[in-house]
């Protein structure tokens, strides 16, 4: 009798030490950490280094956002692209509304959230209503269709120059807003 007890309690006992080491190794493949960046020996251990690299984001048959890169690297468990000499078009209701190019940048695949930055020069930023934003690094979230920065900006065209600190540009609204020490000048018509 104490056989068949003991003989079902190492049976459940496995059962369950089993599913327990299942379940370690499902939450571990699965999360990993995806905004720590690649160190320079990572960026050589690469899953894939692809020259002439496009991204297109689109819902149904309508584009909204395309990512193209002269190289990027691939990290598939990071699910994550390193990206250099990117160049990033966001499109709106009217078709291209938003364009702008980076020295660097990184695309979260599953996410589709990017960061764009320059090390040296602004990012220039041309938006299709006649606007030039100047910044040095910006971040996409795809959920909210937003870009943003923390850093200083400077919007220019149709008579405006605003400077100030942080900018937060709704893509579907098509607003921009500039967050901090906000500064207009005004220059005469011609």
């Known amino acids: ?47 894939a280094k692809i020259s002439e690299f496009t991204f297109t984001q689109s819902k149904g048959d309508v584009i909204q956002w395309q990512v193209q890169a002269k190289q990027a690297r691939l990290f598939e468990r990071e699910k994550r692209a390193l990206l250099s000499e990117v160049d990033v078009t966001l499109y709106g209701v009217k078709g291209k509304e938003l364009t702008v190019s980076g020295e660097e940048g990184t695309l979260d695949t599953a996410t589709k959230n990017f960061v764009l930055a320059n090390r040296v020069d602004p990012l220039v930023v041309e ?64």
């Open 1 to 47: 009798m104490w056989e068949l007890v003991a003989r079902r309690t190492l049976l459940a006992l496995s059962v369950f030490l089993a599913a327990f080491l299942g379940y370690l190794l499902f939450l571990n493949t699965d999360s990993v950490p995806t905004s720590q960046p690649a160190s320079l020996g990572s960026i050589e251990q690469a899953d």
């Open 127 to 190: 938006t299709g209503s006649g606007y030039t934003i100047y910044t040095n690094h910006l971040v996409w979230t795809d959920d909210t269709k937003e870009i943003r920065t923390d850093d200083p900006v400077r919007i220019v065209g149709h008579g405006l120059e605003v400077t100030g600190r942080g900018l937060l540009g709704r893509m579907e609204s098509e607003e921009f807003e500039v967050l901090e020490d906000v500064h207009v000048h005004l220059s005469p018509a011609s």
